[in-house]
């Protein structure tokens, strides 16, 4: 069974930083993409940062030159560095995997920042 989750999110006001990290387990292999999506209430699930390679790495244009992504292939795990995080930055924070021909969740992780 494969399952992610995620950690590192919290309240905190705007301007400062957190660090998302995202564990898969599980039977879960050749990972093609990593990824982290986020929903305020209200709206729709949106693209925070996508990495398919080291090199290839999509971010969403609202988050561009505040967060960074990354991934750690053998260990399974992707972490999202959010800095000088904003108001609107607020939303469940969600990572996905896409691997074995399948698109992999976790279950989210809330993000609340005051102004």
């Known amino acids: 069974q494969v399952q992610l989750v995620e950690s590192g999110g919290g309240s905190v006001q705007a301007g400062a930083s957190l660090r998302l990290s995202c564990v898969g387990s599980?039977?879960?292999?050749?990972?093609?993409?990593m990824g982290w999506y986020r929903q305020a209430p209200g709206k729709q699930r949106e693209l925070v940062a996508l990495?398919?390679?080291?090199?290839?790495?999509t971010y969403g244009a609202s988050v561009k030159g505040r967060f960074t992504i990354s991934r750690d292939d053998a260990e399974k795990v992707t972490t999202l560095q959010m800095n000088d995080l904003k108001p609107e930055d607020t939303a469940t924070y969600y990572c996905?995997?896409?691997?074995?021909?399948?698109?992999?969740w976790g279950r989210g992780t809330r993000v609340t920042v005051s102004a």
């Open positions: 990495q398919l390679s080291h090199e290839r790495i």
């Open positions: 599980g039977f879960i292999y050749d990972i093609n993409s």
């Open positions: 996905k995997m896409n691997a074995m021909y399948n698109d992999w």
